[in-house]
């Protein structure tokens, strides 16, 4: 199974708004609305943002959202805030081992 | 809330042993899954495996299945990761993270065992 597609870096000024794409199959991604989110600060665990596509845990702020166009699903941070300086994972399930993939991981910089 | 709780760092050499532990607490432990993610240095994230602390139930990764086992023991809530023989491509931060039953996301997580493997 491979890893999911994600852009290397993205970047923005603070308030503005970036989009992080998650390109995957018709096996992982655009098989199933179980897409999920997670963001890493350098040396700490990853943090859950997004589940189910576009669902947002108790605690994390509106500024996340998410969505998915067939294989394709898409992390939109707006109003961009020197904390969000951090690395992003998709991460999709996978019925056919069944388990689950990661994608590449988004380092985001706040200019 | 749930927490994990991972066991802490270790450095071993090159055809060690290794188990390393996941203790939950604040949940029904047996109605969860437990799976364990491996980051190499500067690199991702990548799904190992995942136990159903219910039944035992056990999903590897196929690029990682016979080098590793996972399993668990529900009398003390504890997950743990195991290798027979360590290579210096282990090296890496391993982290547990939980998902309930019926649900598809990893809601918690432990802090992170690094484990270095070295001559």
């Known amino acids: 199974q491979s890893a999911l597609t994600q852009p290397a870096s993205v970047s923005g000024s603070p308030g503005q708004s970036i989009t992080i794409s998650c390109t995957g199959t018709s096996s992982d991604v655009g098989g199933y609305n179980y897409v999920s989110w997670y963001q890493q600060h350098p040396g700490k665990a990853p943090k859950l943002l997004i589940y189910?596509?576009?669902t947002r845990p108790s605690g994390v702020s509106n500024r996340f959202s998410g969505s998915k166009s067939g294989n394709t699903a898409s992390l939109t941070i707006t109003g961009l805030q020197a904390e969000d300086e951090a690395d992003y994972y998709c991460n999709s399930y996978v019925r056919r081992w069944p388990t689950y993939v990661f994608g590449t991981g988004t380092q985001v910089t706040v200019l | 809330e749930v927490q994990l709780v991972q066991s802490g760092a270790e450095v071993k050499q090159p055809g060690e042993s290794l188990k390393i532990s996941c203790k939950g607490s604040g949940y029904s432990f047996n109605t969860y899954w437990i799976g364990w993610v491996r980051q190499m240095p500067g690199k991702g994230l990548e799904w190992m495996g995942i136990l159903y602390l219910h039944d035992s139930r056990t999903y590897y990764s196929p690029s990682l299945q016979g080098q590793v086992t996972i399993s668990a023991d529900r009398s003390i809530s504890t997950a743990y990761l195991q290798w027979s023989s360590l290579k210096a491509s282990d090296t890496a931060m391993y982290y547990c993270?939980?998902?309930?039953?019926?649900?598809?996301?990893?809601?918690?997580w432990g802090q992170g065992t690094l484990v270095t493997v070295s001559s």
């Open positions: 189910d596509v576009a």
């Open positions: 993270a939980s998902a309930r039953d019926g649900t598809f996301w990893w809601n918690s």
